[in-house]
């Protein structure tokens, strides 16, 4: 499956961004979504991961009551929330697709990956 990620930009601390992915394959809802990022000189970590029905979702403690994934599978995508944004949360935001149950956290787990959002906050 083909993933198209957007959304990315600068902002200031407490800010926010709305990250978005798209996916080329059919049917989308077969697919759990994930989200992942890599800071610069870092491994790529776990964001968050959302299953086909989009009901809940698992998130790394660090980003826990400030993100918030969603997904539309009429539009085939994927949605990454952010709010109350820290330096810190700086990274290229990659968007990654898996045909595993339930909501996968490690990168091995995800067959496929877009080409990654830069994400830039601000002190």
């Known amino acids: 499956v083909r993933l198209v990620e957007s959304g990315g930009g600068l902002v200031q601390a407490g800010g926010s961004l709305r990250l978005s992915c798209a996916a080329s394959e059919q049917p989308f809802s077969s697919y759990t979504m994930g989200w992942f990022r890599q800071a610069p000189g870092k491994e790529r970590e776990f964001v968050s991961a959302v299953t086909w029905s989009g009901i809940g979702g698992d998130y790394a403690d660090s980003v826990k009551d400030r993100f918030t994934i969603s997904r539309n599978n009429a539009k085939n995508t994927i949605y990454l929330q952010m709010t109350n944004l820290q330096p810190e949360d700086t990274a290229v935001y990659y968007c990654?697709?898996?045909?595993?149950?339930?909501?996968?956290?490690?990168?091995?787990?995800?067959?496929?990956w877009g080409q990654g959002t830069q994400v830039t906050v601000s002190s």
């Open positions: 990654a697709a898996t045909l595993r149950g339930g909501r996968p956290v490690l990168r091995h787990e995800y067959d496929s």
